[in-house]
Structure formats: structure tokens, C-alpha cells
């Protein structure tokens, strides 16, 4: 396990392909969202001080620029098997599918 030096995610949506627990395995302090995701939420869940947001729902991609507008420094992921809306896509530092990149090798790329 690497040392991910206070690193903190929040991981909104199904996490049916596991990227939350492998973030964990990485040393990554991780909050998960379910469910419709609000502004209200993702500041009660600490976005403002969090270093990733991981969104697995790509129905919720409104979110993206609500954590832009919540957090300058905020790297911003989809892991999810659908298409990003492209209203989204300047906001998004990544969108990977989970069929192409395993969960592990993901949290690893997103700490190095």
C-alpha cells in the first residue's frame, strides 16, 4: 500500500466495479454519495477540502461543475461504462471505463 499523504476522495454513485475500496487499499480517506447527489450533500461530505471527486453515475454529471465551482484544486473522475455528457467534459480531468481499467490500477494511476 502506498503512502497517499492525507489524500481524500468522495466516490458518488454505485460503486458496483469497487473503485472506492481500492482507493481505500491506496491510503485514500474515502466518502461515498448515493442516491441524487445536491450541492448541500457534497459540502456536508467535506468536497471543499477534498483532493478527488470519482463519480460512477454519469446521470448525475451535473455534479461536476457544482464540485469545480465547490473546489479549484479538485481532480475530477467518471468511472462509470456510459458516455459523459459533453457539457461536462471540460470540467472532467478523466473518464475511464471500468471494462478497460481494472479499480486497482486506476486508484494507483490517480496517486502517482
Known amino acids: ?55 460512477t453515475d454519469v446521470d448525475q454529471a451535473t455534479t461536476i461543475p457544482i464540485v469545480c465551482d465547490l473546489n479549484d484544486d479538485l481532480r475530477t473522475v467518471v468511472y462509470a461504462d456510459r458516455t459523459v455528457p459533453e457539457f461536462v467534459t471540460a470540467q472532467l480531468d478523466l473518464a475511464v471505463d471500468p471494462a478497460l481499467i481494472d479499480p486497482s490500477v486506476l486508484a494507483e494511476e490517480l496517486l502517482a
Open 1 to 55: 500500500m502506498t503512502d497517499a499523504n492525507g489524500t481524500r476522495a468522495i466516490v458518488a454513485g454505485p460503486d458496483d466495479d469497487a473503485i472506492g475500496p481500492a482507493l481505500e487499499d491506496e491510503g485514500v480517506e474515502v466518502t461515498r454519495l448515493e442516491g441524487v447527489v445536491s450541492r448541500p450533500q457534497l459540502e456536508e461530505a467535506g468536497i471543499v477540502d477534498a483532493d478527488l471527486y470519482v463519480l
